[in-house]
Nanobody, 119 residues
């Protein structure tokens, strides 16, 4: 019943910035981890960044220093600020939310938003 709605993707020049956002279609209680994955054509999906309910973050080595993941618990929203974008960042970015509510854990995935970095 819960859908994750992603936004913020698009076409950007190398060195540019984008901010992705992801929010559920309805409130998800007791969210534990939130994160972003990406999948480029012909490649397997890879983890980009995660953030725990306590604010601990983890990043793929390829995006460290360039991407920042954050969350707004009041809005049940997770963000991915993407700076200094490179062509190799081109991919479909997919949001992931894990809820540990009673009966859980529950794992939710978005449909993905396209990010294209090209001159």
């Amino acid at each position: 019943q819960v859908q994750l709605v992603e936004s913020g993707g698009g076409l950007v020049q190398p060195g540019g910035s984008l901010r992705l956002s992801c929010a559920p279609s309805r409130t998800i209680f007791t969210i534990n981890d939130m994160g972003w994955y990406r999948q480029a054509p012909g490649k397997e999906r890879e983890l980009v960044a995660t953030i725990t309910s306590g604010g601990r973050t983890n990043y793929a080595d390829s995006v460290k220093g360039r991407f920042t993941i954050s969350r707004d618990n009041a809005k049940n929203t997770v963000y991915l600020q993407m700076n200094s974008l490179k062509p190799e960042d081109t991919a479909v970015y997919v949001c992931n939310v894990v809820s540990i509510a009673a009966g859980g854990p529950y794992n939710y995935w978005g449909q993905g938003t396209q990010v294209t970095v090209s001159s």
